[in-house]
């Protein structure tokens, strides 16, 4: 059975960019990259009219994607997972699926850069907002009770970032190539 890291976090703290330089990395390795966002998501309006709410959108599809990884699993040494979601409904999704082999990782930044890095890098200024904000201390405060692992990638470029993931996983440089 692979491990599988689950990384989450709020908009604009690295966690695709990571993912993206972790599958690069990977190309020939057992290991299999999947970002949830690449799928699309819905507008609000949308949540809220199927789900209720967009924290109940959100509960519904951290559990329904975590099954289909579940279908996937296959011959992967490891799977990474990037998904901006709850942690609690991560470790519950992961009950649901009966799978333990599991780990999740908070990546997390200054409000200051990640405001910096929406704005400017992404070009999402209606990102760069409080609710983000305190979405991101949400996370931030449950990754601490959890014991969760904490990338703070304030100031850290895309290497120092898939060296601390590598270094929180176990896997050397020789394991991913």
């Known amino acids: 059975m692979p491990m599988i890291t689950f990384f989450t976090g709020a908009s604009g703290v690295g966690k695709s960019t990571a993912l993206h330089k972790i599958a690069q990395e990977a190309s020939e ?3 299999l990259c999947e970002r949830f966002d690449a799928q699309g998501v819905p507008s609000y309006e949308e949540m809220v009219a199927q789900y209720g709410s967009p924290e109940a959108w959100q509960e519904h599809v951290t559990y329904q994607w975590i099954a289909k990884i579940k279908d996937r699993i296959g011959e992967q040494k490891h799977i990474f997972l990037d998904m901006q979601t709850d942690l609690k409904f991560i470790i519950h999704g992961f009950k649901l699926a009966q799978l333990t082999n599991y780990q999740i990782i908070l990546f997390h930044c200054d409000r200051r850069e990640r405001e910096r890095r929406l704005i ?6 209606d990102l760069a907002n409080p609710v983000m904000e305190n979405w991101s201390q949400h996370l931030y405060h449950q990754a601490k009770e959890l014991n969760a692992p904490i990338i703070d990638t304030t100031y850290l470029n895309v290497e120092k970032m898939v060296e601390q993931i590598k270094s929180i ?3 050397s440089k020789e394991r991913i190539k």
Do not use: S, T, V
């Not at 400017?120 to 200024?125: D, G, N």
């Open 29 to 31: 390795a057992k290991i």
């Open 120 to 125: 400017h890098e992404r070009q999402q200024p």
């Open 169 to 171: 996983c176990g896997l």
